[in-house]
């Protein structure tokens, strides 16, 4: 078994956050989730991974976090330098907020800052500034069920952003969430990728938030998870409304249609 490679200069040199060559898992069960998997994700680069349930999106993610490690193949991570915490260069947001419901939103985004011992006049300017670019300055001290699930979802990205991460991966984090508030959610994102200048990898089932959000999608096979297609999303900036109902946009959902066919037998893309 490999290990997840540590940081390299050469990743740095190559304009690489992201790179995953030859990577197999296979867990104890014997069920082989990935690969082969070649895959290479540029500094600053939008990057959705789309694929039928199953395909080993979020392996994938789990491997580029150190959460897991590849049974085969090199796992090679670059936080370029910028990470304001040791080890704290990626962030993840999973599929459930999974708040602390017994305390605040400002403890729940302390959490990993806690983790580090960082002191706490450090630590606050940081809950602050996090939860100022999700929206949420104004309800620091609410409790989780005082929030709705859009909101909910806003902390635990607040809590990802806190140690001001270069990359951010991101495990489905809108599916569970109402089309409106998804929505919303999508345009809140794609400022904040701007703004903060991250690399972000984002697993989803959607064609249309793939399409929209990213600037390359990434089409994955059925398990064992492989690179089936890789469509660039050429879009004006900033994106909004005006490109979701555009020609363009339904021309690349198509072809994204069209790539995920084989894997769905059938079934509705959603």
Partial sequence: MTQTALPEAGLDAAGLAVSLREVTKIYDSGVTALGPLDLRVRKGEFVSLLGPSGCGKSTALRLMAGLAEPSAGHVQISPHGRASLPGQGIGFVFQEPTLMPWTSVRENVRLPLKLAHVPLAESEPRITEAL??????????????????????????????????DILLMDEPFAALDEITRFRLNDDLLALWRNLNKTVIFVTHSV???????????????????????????????????????????????????????????????
């Fill in 208 to 270: 249309f938030e793939s399409v929209y959000l990213s600037e390359r999608v990434i089409v994955m096979t059925e398990r064992p998870g492989r690179i089936s297609t890789e469509i660039a999303i050429e879009a004006p900036e900033p994106r909004g409304e005006q490109f979701r109902t555009s020609a363009a946009y339904g021309e690349y959902c198509r072809k994204l249609s069209a790539a995920l066919a084989p894997s769905y037998s059938g079934q509705a893309l959603l």
């Fill in 132 to 165: 100022r670019s999700v929206g949420l300055a104004e309800f620091a001290d609410s409790y989780p069920r005082q929030l709705s699930g859009g909101m909910k979802m806003r902390v635990s990205l607040a809590r990802a952003l806190v140690t001001n991460p």
